[in-house]
């Protein structure tokens, strides 16, 4: 793969070089290039496989968002030793003790293929990016990061014959898409760095199935809600921000106009959606991108369901321009007909369940009184 080398190569003489006008992001900056080589055996911890017939699965990015989630639920499915998280991050105690996690660079490509070959990957699971809004503040990183760094998980998923999966999203329609609903083919147009990447992604992933029978497999996420992670700069992360301001300062200022209205997800949906678009027989699949979803909502409508459980949460809005004018061109609504169709895709969370989960997670002593009261 000579050509994915030498363009590896170029990416890292950019990185190197200061990029004018463009906003430091420190927490994801280190997702550079590292300076050296690091094989598979650099890990902290041994891998060892057990003889039983279960995929072997990598996933990069493993400590954003989705990965330690999704890790925790395959190792349930298919043995702890089965699945490597990896990631260019030192991992927190409680994912370095629960199972293989392992350095991985995904602009390294001689890197990524030792990990495949010396671990015996058969699925792979691309988590590796930067988000919408942290992209925005640093474009040729989020190109190098979203866009090369697929170059070089396409070129070694087909080589090794792995099922790949490489999330998409809401930010991959624009516009001039069709907002509500928002159907699984249709045009697209986005006018961010990470939406284009996600676009490119698809197409690359489609292509790479028809022309070298790459098992490719991709859902188009809404926003994610989760109570174990943090917001990580994307545009629908105001969900996950409410619920901890709600509860360590009781009042929350929102960046979004309150009559926003996106698609969103429980994280436990998405991960489910996840393992079952994974498993999904291959015959049963009619297309290689799917929408999913769950619920749609605004700032408003989520906050009123915020205020049913803690009434004295004042809400404030300042809204951001750039993370506005992002979320005025994505859809409102996703139409996910082909997904319940071709492999029984069915969400659990709604809103009423959504909030009553996330503050039983953040805040139990307060559920818990006014359970009894």
């Known amino acids: 793969m000579p050509v994915v080398r030498t363009l590896t190569r170029t990416v890292k003489q950019v990185l190197k070089s200061p990029v004018c006008g463009c906003q430091t992001v420190t927490s994801v900056r280190s997702i550079g290039v590292s300076p050296r080589q690091v094989t598979s055996d650099a890990s902290f911890h041994s891998v060892s496989f057990s003889e039983a017939d279960h995929p072997r699965v990598l996933i990069t990015g493993g400590l954003g968002q989705l990965g ?3 890790a925790k639920l395959l190792r349930k499915r298919f043995g702890k030793n ?4 990896s990631d260019i991050r030192k991992p927190p105690d409680n994912v370095f003790y629960s199972g293989p996690f392992i350095y991985s660079d995904i602009l390294d490509y001689k890197n990524l293929r030792e990990i495949v070959v010396n671990n015996r990957i058969t699925w792979l699971i691309h988590y590796s990016a930067l988000l919408s809004a942290v992209g925005e503040a640093n474009v040729p990183l989020a190109r190098a990061v979203n866009i090369t760094g697929l170059h070089n998980i396409l070129d070694i998923a087909a ?5 790949l999966f490489v999330p998409s999203t809401i930010g991959a329609f624009g516009p001039t898409s069709p907002r509500n609903p928002t159907p ?6 986005p006018r961010t760095i990470y939406g284009v990447s996600k676009v490119h992604a698809e197409l690359m992933g489609e292509y790479y199935h028809y022309r070298y029978g790459l098992d490719f497999r991709c859902l188009r996420y809404p926003g994610i809600i989760s109570a174990d992670s943090q917001p990580g700069g994307g545009t629908t992360d105001y969900a996950v921000q409410i619920f901890h301001d709600a509860i360590k300062t009781g009042r929350f200022v929102c960046n979004l106009k309150p009559d926003t209205r996106l698609p969103m997800m429980y994280i436990d949906d998405c991960l489910r959606a996840t393992v079952e678009v994974l498993e999904a027989p291959t015959e049963s699949l009619t297309m290689r991108t799917y929408n999913i979803n769950a619920m749609s909502f605004s700032p408003e409508e989520l906050a009123q369901e915020v205020q049913k459980h803690l009434p004295e949460l004042e809400v404030a809005y300042n809204v951001d321009a750039v993370r506005q004018a992002i979320a005025d061109s994505w859809p409102m609504n996703f139409d996910d007909n082909n997904a ?11 809103l009423p369940e959504l909030v009553t989960t996330m503050l039983g997670y953040l805040n139990p002593e307060r559920l818990a009184a006014q359970a009894q009261a």
Request: proline share 0%; glycine share 10%.
């Open 184 to 189: 699984d083919l249709c045009i697209q147009r």
């Open 159 to 163: 080589e090794h014959g792995l099922r």
């Open 68 to 70: 330690v989630g999704l």
């Open 82 to 85: 089965n699945v490597i998280l």
């Open 340 to 350: 319940r169709k071709d492999w029984g895709w069915k969400h659990e969370y709604d």
